[in-house]
Nanobody, 121 residues
Framework: QVRLLESGGGSVQAGGSLRLSCTSS?????KAWFRQAPGKEREGVAA????????WYSDSAKGRFTIAHDSGKNTLYLQMNRLKPDDTAMYYC?????????????????WGRGTQVTVSS
């Protein structure tokens, strides 16, 4: 199982930016970011093909977030701009996709412990 460790979360005001990072202990063809707000289900935010950085985004992330993978560092990033209070959540890194839809939680076999993002209005 791939071990994942997220970092970079914090508290920002609406309109601000954060960059999340996720270091990995092993290879995964696809990696993704998910988030879970209190009282809500975990949702896919963005996914990437680690070979060529082809990316997929949720509707809420399109145009504001950018996912990228640095294969040399085996690190996944999520650049988040123009943050909104609705973006407040625990953000999780996921790896070891199982061949299913890239923004579905059950497609991934390895998960990090998460990093908290809080956006105030």
């Amino acid at each position: 199982q791939v071990r994942l460790l997220e970092s970079g979360g914090g508290s920002v005001q609406a309109g601000g930016s954060l960059r999340l990072s996720c270091t990995s202990s092993g290879y995964s063809e696809f990696k993704a970011w998910f988030r879970q707000a209190p009282g809500k289900e975990r949702e896919g935010v963005a996914a990437v093909n680690t070979a060529d950085n082809s990316a997929w985004y949720s509707d809420s992330a399109k145009g504001r977030f950018t996912i990228a993978h640095d294969s040399g560092k085996n690190t996944l990033y999520l650049q988040m701009n123009r943050l909104k209070p609705d973006d407040t959540a625990m953000y999780y890194c996921a790896a070891e996709s199982r061949g299913g839809p890239l923004l579905r939680e059950d497609n991934y076999g390895s998960w990090g412990r998460g990093t908290q993002v809080t956006v105030s209005s």
